[in-house]
T-cell receptor
Framework: SQQGEEDPQALSIQEGENATMNCSYK?????LQWYRQNSGRGLVHLIL?????REKHSGRLRVTLDTSKKSSSLLITASRAADTASYFC??????????FGAGTILRVKS | GAVVSQHPSWVICKSGTSVKIECRSL??????MFWYRQFPKQSLMLMAT?????????EQGVEKDKFLINHASLTLSTLTVTSAHPEDSSFYIC????????????FGPGTRLTVL
């Protein structure tokens, strides 16, 4: 069963605005990863943050991790129409498995 | 690097037939691959972990006799949906794990299966 929950379920913003997506999970983790999925396509790995890290940046992406609250956030700054996609968090609690959250559908309007 | 391919990208079949989906790691070796299933507008659900040279490990509720997995080499895993039914119609995605890299998984582009 999925252990992650994401909010919002859907987000619609204007190009240039920032988009923030949140992910909560239930058990202790080794790391948390964010993926993007364009409609009907496979997943693209965006960023991995380890359990001993609190913040990580990659280009326009900023990820935070709060292990005390069992939550993570993904911030996309200066969004573009091409950022329109579904975004999933996935937790690695050991055992080689990733457990995916429900996902956030992001729509960036130009 | 770390490219994973799937074949076919889409398939339509009649109820009762079997369908084989291939997952290949193109530029790295993967002792562990994963098969996921995704229904429209939903998240990925792990079906099974495919281990090279040994039996796959299935998640609870996944019928191993219906979803046959073979991981015969370090670059190829196959998923065979046997006696497919319309309720098996879904998007099947595989991933391959990069060894020693914090369980970072690289995903294939997915296979859309439609069973008539």
């Amino acid at each position: 069963s999925q252990q992650g929950e994401e909010d919002p379920q859907a987000l619609s913003i204007q190009e240039g605005e920032n988009a923030t997506m949140n992910c909560s999970y239930k058990t202790s983790i080794n790391n948390l990863q964010w993926y993007r999925q364009n409609s009907g396509r496979g997943l693209v790995h965006l960023i991995l943050i380890r359990s001993n890290e609190r913040e990580k940046h990659s280009g326009r992406l900023r990820v935070t991790l709060d292990t005390s609250k069992k939550s993570s956030s993904l911030l996309i700054t200066a969004s573009r129409a091409a950022d329109t996609a579904s975004y999933f968090c996935a937790t690695d609690a050991g055992g080689n498995k990733l457990v995916f959250g429900a996902g956030t559908i992001l729509r960036v309007k130009s | 690097g770390a490219v994973v391919s799937q074949h076919p990208s889409w398939v339509i079949c009649k109820s009762g037939t079997s369908v084989k989906i291939e997952c290949r790691s193109l530029d790295f070796q993967a002792t562990t691959m994963f098969w996921y299933r995704q229904f429209p507008k939903q998240s990925l659900m792990l079906m099974a972990t495919s281990n090279e040279g040994s039996k796959a490990t299935y998640e609870q509720g996944v019928e191993k006799d219906k979803f046959l997995i073979n991981h015969a080499s370090l670059t190829l895993s196959t998923l065979t949906v046997t006696s497919a039914h319309p309720e098996d119609s879904s998007f099947y995605i595989c991933s391959a794990r990069v060894e020693g890299a914090y369980n970072e998984q690289f995903f294939g582009p997915g296979t859309r299966l439609t069973v008539l």
